[in-house]
C-alpha cells in the first residue's frame, strides 16, 4: 500500500484484434469492465469509444439514499448496544421500535424521492426517481409484513388487527380519492363516491364508511330504514380488542352471532333494491365471487387475502395464514402469468420461512441494505440462530459483510461501514484491515480519520503503511515538516532519518531551518534515529547560540562533533560554527577541547584527495573549503594558546 498514493482507475489491456482493448476500472462498484474500441491514429474508417459498465450499485451514489444509508447507521448501532442477558420477553418492545425506526427512515426517503420526481424537469432522473420509490415501497412492504410476522409474532386475534394496519399503510390512495369525493360540490354524486365507500369497507375502516353512508342516507328519504339497518351492522361488527377481558372463544362466539345476522339480511333480500348497499352486504358476509369482483379496489391479492380473513376467519391463527394466502393468490392472479418476485417474497414471509424471504431478497434487490438490516434485527430476536452457512460465517455476519464492503466504495459513506466491520465478531477484522488500505488518501485530514481508525482498533500495520503514504507524498511536495511528523507517527527510522538530512541540506542552502515549531516540540521521538537526533540538538545549539549561551553552546556543539552522529558532508558545517566561538574574546572552548577539534579538523582534511578537496565541486569551491580549513586551523591555533595561558594561570 505504501507504494501506491491513489488507485489506478483505468488499465488498458491490448486485445487479440487490432483496435480493441479490454479495460477495468477499479471500484467503485463491484464489477466495472469494460471493451473500447477506437480510432488508430492513421487508421480510416469510423472510431468510437465505447464502455460497457457490467454492473454498478448507484444507489450509493444517490443523495437521498444516502440519508438512508446515514440514518440506518445509527439504528444499526444503537441495536448493537441491547443488552444480550435480559430477557427475550423484555426486549421485545425494543426489537419492535427499532424495527419501526428503520421502516420510518424508509418512508421518509421515499417520500422525499417522490417528491423531487414529481418537480425535477428531467425525463430520465424522474423515471430513475420514480423506480427507486418502488423499490423502497416494496421493501417497506416486506420490512412491515416481517415485522407483524416475526418480530413483533401477535397471537391470533391481534394478528388480523395488524394485518389490516399493514394493508391500510400500502393502501392510502383510498385517503386521496376520499378527499377529492367530499371536497366536490356534491359528495354522494360524485362517480367516486361509490367505490370510496366500498374501499373503506374492504379496510375495515367501517367508521368512515358509516360517516360517508350518512350522507347518502340524508338524501335517501324513501330508502332511510334500508341505511339505517346497513348503518347499524357495520356499527356492530365485533372487533377483538387485545387488551379487553373477554377471551378470543369469546370474541369469536359474538362475531358468528354478528355474522349470521348479516348473512340473514342477505339472504331476506333486505338490501335488494338497492345495488350499493347489497354490494357492502356481500362483502360483510365474506363473498369470495364478490371481493373477486372488484379486483380493481383490492389491487393485489394481500389485499384480498387481508379482506377475506377479516370477513371470514377474524381469528386466524399465524400457522392457517399460508394456506389462506396461497389460495388467495392462485383466485386472485391470472392463472395464465405466474407470480412476480414480490408475490413469491411475501408468500415465503407467510408461511413463515424467514430464510427464504432473506434469500429471494438478496436476489431480487439492488443492493445489500435491505437484507443487512433485516437479518441483523431477526439475529437479535434470536430467530436466525440454527443458520449457519458452509464456509464459517453465520448469515448475519455474511450479509452485513457485503453491505459494509459496498459502502467502503465510496468517498464519504466508508466510513459507515468500520462500525459494521465492527460488530462481525468473526470476520469484521479482517475485512476492515483489508478494505481500509484501499482509501484513497486524497487529502490529510480524510488521512488522519483514515489514521484515528487505525489507532483505535490497533492495527499498527495500517498505521504505518498510512503513515508511510503520507509522508513520503509530503516529502515530494517538499512539505518537509509534514514528512518528519508522518514518518515519526510511523516510527520510520530509516524515513526519518532521510527527511532529517533533507532539513539540513535546506539549512546549508538557506541558512534556516522551516519548521522551527515542530522541531523544537519532538520531545521523546527525536530517538527514533540518530540523525532526528543529530537535527533537534543542532537547532538547539543555534538556539543556545543565538541566546548567547556561549559555553552551554559550545558543549553541545562538541559533543555533536564527537559523537558523530551528523552526516560526513555536515561535518565541515559543524566545524565552521565554531569559528565565531573561538574567536570570542573570553576563551570558550578549553585546551582539552581545542584539541578534540582539532583531531577531528584533521580526520576530516585527512580523507581528501590529494590536489582537490573534493572532485566534484568547482575550483570555486574548493577554494572556499581550503580558506575555510586554514581559518580553523588559525583559529584554534590562537583558542588553544590562550586557553593554556589562561588554564596556566588559573592552576598557579
Not at 33 to 60: C, M, N, P, Q, W
Request: charged fraction near 25%.
Amino acid at each position: 500500500m505504501e507504494e501506491v498514493d491513489v488507485e489506478p482507475t483505468v488499465t488498458n489491456i491490448p486485445a487479440a484484434r487490432d483496435g480493441m482493448h479490454l479495460g477495468f476500472a477499479w471500484g467503485p462498484g463491484d464489477i466495472l469492465v469494460f471493451d473500447t474500441v477506437y480510432k488508430a491514429a492513421g487508421a480510416t474508417g469510423s472510431g468510437s469509444s465505447l464502455i460497457h459498465v457490467v454492473r454498478k450499485d448507484e444507489d450509493i451514489y444517490s443523495p437521498i439514499l444516502r440519508k438512508l444509508f446515514n440514518e440506518s447507521h445509527h439504528i444499526f448501532v444503537g441495536l448493537q448496544t441491547i443488552r444480550e442477558d435480559l430477557p427475550s420477553k423484555n426486549k421485545k418492545p425494543q426489537f419492535v421500535s427499532i424495527s419501526k425506526s428503520y421502516r420510518s427512515v424508509i418512508r421518509a426517503c421515499m417520500e422525499e424521492l417522490q417528491q423531487v420526481a414529481v418537480s425535477t424537469q428531467d425525463a430520465e432522473l424522474a423515471t430513475q426517481y420514480g423506480n427507486q420509490v418502488s423499490i423502497l415501497l416494496a421493501i417497506e412492504l416486506i420490512w412491515n409484513l416481517c415485522e407483524v410476522l416475526f418480530i413483533d409474532a401477535v397471537p391470533a386475534g391481534s394478528l388480523l388487527l395488524h394485518l389490516l394496519d399493514w394493508v391500510r399503510l400500502h393502501k392510502a390512495d383510498v385517503d386521496e380519492k376520499a378527499r377529492e369525493v367530499l371536497q366536490s360540490e356534491s359528495p354522494v354524486e360524485h362517480h367516486g363516491y361509490w367505490d370510496v365507500v366500498v374501499s373503506y369497507v374492504l379496510q375495515g375502516r367501517l367508521e368512515e364508511a358509516r360517516q360517508m353512508l350518512a350522507k347518502q342516507a340524508a338524501q335517501q328519504y324513501a330508502d332511510k330504514n334500508m341505511y339505517k339497518l346497513m348503518d347499524n351492522l357495520l356499527s356492530k361488527m365485533p372487533v377483538y380488542n387485545p387488551g379487553s377481558i373477554h377471551t378470543l372463544t369469546e370474541f369469536d362466539v359474538k362475531w358468528r352471532h354478528w355474522h349470521e345476522e348479516v348473512d340473514r339480511c342477505l339472504q331476506d333480500k333486505s338490501f335488494a333494491s338497492n345495488v350499493h348497499l347489497e354490494l357492502i352486504c356481500k362483502i360483510l358476509v365474506g363473498d369470495e365471487d364478490t371481493l373477486l369482483e372488484h379486483k380493481e379496489l383490492l389491487s393485489t391479492w394481500y389485499h384480498f387475502l387481508v379482506t377475506r380473513l377479516l370477513f371470514a376467519h377474524p381469528t386466524i391463527k399465524p400457522t392457517e395464514l399460508h394456506y389462506y394466502a396461497q389460495s388467495c393468490m392462485a383466485m386472485f392472479l391470472d392463472s395464465r402469468s405466474a407470480p412476480e418476485t414480490l408475490d413469491s417474497i411475501l408468500l415465503a414471509a407467510f408461511d413463515f420461512d424467514i430464510h427464504q424471504v432473506i434469500k429471494d431478497c438478496s436476489i431480487a434487490l439492488n443492493n445489500w441494505w435491505f437484507v443487512a438490516h433485516l437479518t441483523d434485527l431477526l439475529d437479535h430476536c434470536k430467530l436466525l440462530q440454527s443458520h449457519n452457512l458452509h464456509f464459517g460465517s453465520n448469515l448475519r455476519e455474511f450479509l452485513l459483510l457485503e453491505y459494509a464492503s459496498g459502502l467502503f466504495n465510496h468517498h464519504s459513506l466508508w466510513q459507515l461501514a468500520v462500525d459494521y466491520f465492527d460488530h462481525c465478531p468473526e470476520f469484521g477484522r479482517v475485512y476492515l484491515e483489508l478494505h481500509i488500505e484501499r482509501v484513497p488518501l486524497d487529502t490529510e485530514r480524510k488521512a488522519l480519520k483514515v489514521l484515528r481508525i487505525c489507532e483505535q482498533r490497533q492495527m499498527p500495520e495500517q498505521v504505518r503503511s498510512i503513515c508511510k503514504i503520507m509522508a513520503k507524498r509530503a516529502l515530494r511536495n517538499n512539505r518537509l515538516g509534514s514528512a518528519l511528523s508522518w514518518s515519526i507517527r510511523a516510527k520510520d527510522a530509516a524515513f526519518a532519518t532521510l527527511i532529517s538530512e533533507r532539513f539540513l541540506q535546506d539549512y546549508c542552502t538557506r541558512g534556516t531551518f522551516s519548521d522551527l515549531d515542530l522541531i523544537d516540540n519532538l520531545g521523546p521521538a527525536m530517538l527514533l534515529s540518530d540523525r532526528l537526533t543529530f537535527l533537534v540538538k543542532y537547532h538547539e545549539f543555534h538556539k543556545l547560540y543565538g541566546e548567547k549561551c556561549f559555553t552551554e553552546a559550545a558543549k553541545l556543539l562538541l559533543s555533536l562533533i564527537t559523537a558523530k552522529i551528523a552526516p560526513r558532508s555536515f561535518w565541515m558545517t559543524l566545524l565552521t560554527d565554531a569559528l565565531p566561538l573561538l574567536e570570542q574574546k573570553e576563551v570558550i572552548f578549553s585546551a582539552g577541547q581545542s584539541y578534540e577539534l582539532m583531531f577531528f579538523l584533521e580526520e576530516l582534511t585527512s580523507s581528501f584527495k590529494p590536489a582537490t578537496l573534493n572532485s566534484d565541486k568547482s575550483m570555486q569551491e574548493e577554494d572556499i573549503e581550503l580558506t575555510k580549513v586554514e581559518l580553523l586551523r588559525l583559529a584554534l591555533a590562537r583558542n588553544l594558546a590562550k586557553a593554556i595561558v589562561k588554564e596556566g594561570t588559573v592552576d598557579a
